[in-house]
């Protein structure tokens, strides 16, 4: 025996096995004690809910099947207009943050105009909630009448696109800063211009270094694109309002969460297991 685990003629010693076992049966208890505890919470929360005096009013007011089943469709159909209104907000934010990002961590005079105008947009628009910032845009601007009638979903994009551009832009600027600037001299001495060194040295590793940063805003404007709503524009969280109003029950707004929750949840767990991926890496190259 070499090692302890591996006999000389390749067979696994019965110590390992013995390891293998014993991981074996604590994962097993470890997932039966889990699974233990999820039930009892259930149980209680059940309890909870079905003696509380005004359980069977809630039950209908918001879990009510029949009402669920028959706003699905309209609010289905309004959630497809946010899907369009994420999908133009994550392609101007993509250009437009990385675009302000490059320009506040240049260091040139020229532009010393442009890095403040960046400096001051990501800190106003940084501070401004999101609901204020779909009224001034979403009201502010058809009131110019510079560009005549504009449609309130194109309105919502714009606001949403401003305002997480300006958290983007603060993310990718620290993944800009967080690549050695030895990259940055390497690929100037070699010979390579400031842009072309941006695009193909400093950009991507900055890029590798905040996806999980970037994965969760992105997570986080699906579920904002949801407010285009105030404006009136008729997305999913609309429908239900309108439905609502209808039939004054509120399983139309259940109905909205869950369709946003499934929209999210495939990028959630996407989030969840890149950082799980990224943190090992990290703990596989620190150890010794």
Same mark, same amino acid.
Request: proline share 3%.
């Given at each position: ?50 003696? *509380? ?20 469709? *309209? ?21 437009? *943050? ?39 845009? !979403? ?16 309105? !919502? ?33 070699? !010979? ?64 909205? !969460? ?31």
């Amino acid at each position: 025996m070499r090692t302890g685990t591996i006999h000389d003629d390749g067979r696994t010693s019965q110590i390992e096995l013995d390891r293998r076992a014993f991981r074996r049966s604590q994962t097993v208890k470890s997932t039966l004690i889990s699974c233990g505890s999820l039930i009892a919470l259930a149980v209680i929360i059940y309890l909870i809910l079905s003696h *509380s005096e005004g359980w069977e009013k809630v039950r209908y007011m918001y879990f009510s099947p029949e009402h669920l089943i028959a706003a699905l469709p *309209s609010v289905a159909k309004g959630l497809l207009m946010n899907i369009k209104v994420l999908i133009a907000s994550l392609i101007i934010v993509s250009l437009f *943050s990385t675009l302000i990002a490059l320009v506040r961590t240049t260091r040139s005079a020229v532009l010393f105009p442009l890095r403040l105008l960046a400096n001051i947009y990501t800190d106003v628009f940084r501070g401004i909630p999101m609901i204020i910032a779909l009224y001034l845009i !979403g009201f502010g601007i058809p009131s110019l009448g510079i560009f005549g009638r504009i449609p309130t979903e194109l309105l !919502g994009t714009v606001a949403i696109s401003m305002v997480y551009s300006a958290y983007v832009a603060e993310v990718i600027r620290a993944g800009i800063e967080a690549v050695h600037p030895s990259q940055r001299m390497a690929a100037r001495s070699l !010979g390579l211009s400031h842009t072309r060194t941006m695009r193909t040295i400093i950009l991507p590793q900055a890029i590798r270094k905040v996806i999980p940063a970037l994965m969760n805003d992105f997570v986080a404007m699906q579920k904002d694109c949801g407010l285009v709503s105030v404006l009136g524009a008729v997305d999913a969280v609309r429908s239900a309002q309108i439905y609502t109003a209808i039939h004054f029950n509120y399983a139309s707004y259940v109905c909205a !969460g869950v369709l946003f929750i499934i929209m999210s949840f495939p990028f959630i767990l996407l989030t969840d297991r890149y950082s799980k991926k990224v943190q090992q890496r990290e703990q596989l190259q620190g150890s010794v």
